[in-house]
């Protein structure tokens, strides 16, 4: 059964810092993303990692604020969100996928979270 855990979250004030954790279980994928979705948003992509590689992809809005990194031998997907701004409020979701396909694209995902809740207040 595969299965992706989320943890993290948590509320923090502008300028503030978050680590989440993606654990992942019963899967080895190609490609490992981070995606979030506020209230009455599509979902967007945040950040992506193809993990043979360790080619990482970040979202405009988010490049040179958040950064991931990877522990194999936990299974583990961090992402590190530095310098937080009210509209990275959202729920964030980790997501896995295979090598085809954009890492921005949630159509190409197979396998998702269950979701942690960023919130930032200004």
């Known amino acids: 059964q595969v299965q992706l855990v989320e943890s993290g979250g948590g509320s923090v004030q502008t300028g503030g810092s978050l680590r989440l954790s993606c654990v992942a279980s019963?899967?080895?994928?190609?490609?490992m993303g981070w995606f979030r979705q506020a209230p009455g948003k599509e979902r967007e992509g945040v950040a992506g990692?193809?993990?043979?590689?360790?080619?990482?992809y970040y979202a405009d809005s988010v490049k040179g604020r958040f950064t991931l990194s990877q522990d194999n031998a936990k299974n583990t997907l961090y992402l590190q969100m530095n310098s937080l701004k009210p509209e990275d409020t959202a729920m964030y979701y980790c997501?896995?996928?295979?090598?085809?396909?954009?890492?921005?694209?949630?159509?190409?995902?197979?396998?998702w979270g269950q979701g942690t809740q960023v919130t930032v207040s200004s």
């Open positions: 019963g899967y080895t994928p190609d490609c």
């Open positions: 997501a896995a996928k295979g090598l085809g396909g954009r890492w921005d694209w949630a159509t190409n995902y197979h396998y």
């Open positions: 990692l193809y993990i043979g590689s360790g080619d990482t």
